[in-house]
């Protein structure tokens, strides 16, 4: 398995655009997570799935950020519109049964820039 | 609500110095613990978990961490760390039966050599 695949892996943007960033988590693996890193907060966790359906989205920052799992191999997470404080890495990470104590499988995350 | 504290904002050590870093989780019942690491342009990785058992845990690359649960700590250690130890290193708790992993803050880590 080539493991968890994010795209793009860097994404440049003007303030007010749609932003859209993908995941392709590994296969087999029944809960993904979304999450966001600062240098001033850490590791943010933003929302995630378990089956495809979203089980807690308690850190979405607010209403510009949407994420959605049409099925078991696809994800995104879109904001829109887009503001320079939106700028972070965003990392998507698998796990087969997080709730067992199975460790989480990173992709190499997308660096968000927004001018 | 789970919550990772990780007091230790930057640590320089100079090589063969020994480390511990801190991580306090917030009370919750049963948890699983682990510290990931997330080397200079690299996706963040497993160093080592604590599901159940023996609380002294032993991970990747020397480092082990030490579960004490009455004081609700992770704290990870290394007797004698090497200049390739520069890096991030997270600490994150989810409680058994429960998918959502929280991690604290990070810590950084820079290796004089």
């Known amino acids: ?115 | 609500a789970q919550s990772v504290s990780q007091h230790n904002h930057h640590v320089i050590l100079s090589e063969a110095a020994s480390l511990e870093l801190g991580c306090n989780y917030s009370y919750g019942g049963t948890v699983n613990l682990f510290w990931y690491v997330q080397y200079p342009g690299q996706h963040l990785q497993l160093l080592l978990k604590y599901f159940s058992g023996d609380p002294l845990v032993k991970g990747i690359k020397g480092f082990e961490a030490e579960f004490i649960k009455s004081k609700f700590s992770f704290n990870l250690r290394k007797p004698s760390v090497q200049w390739s130890d520069t890096a991030e290193y997270f600490c994150a708790v989810n409680f058994f039966g429960n998918e959502k992993l929280t991690f604290g803050t990070g810590t950084r880590l820079t290796i004089i050599p």
């Open chain 1, 1 to 115: 398995d080539a493991g968890v695949i994010q795209s793009p892996r860097h994404e440049v943007t003007e303030m007010g655009q749609e932003v859209t960033l993908r995941c392709k988590p590994i296969s087999g693996h029944n809960s993904l997570f979304w999450y966001r890193q600062t240098m001033m907060r850490g590791l943010e966790l933003l929302i995630y799935f378990n089956n495809n359906v979203p089980i807690d989205d308690s850190g979405m920052p607010e209403d510009r950020f949407s994420a959605k799992m049409p099925n078991a191999s696809f994800s995104t997470l879109k904001i829109q519109p887009s503001e320079p404080r939106d700028s972070a890495v965003y990392f998507c990470a698998s796990s087969l049964r997080p709730d067992r104590g199975e460790k989480l499988f990173f992709g190499s995350g997308t660096q968000l820039s927004v001018l």
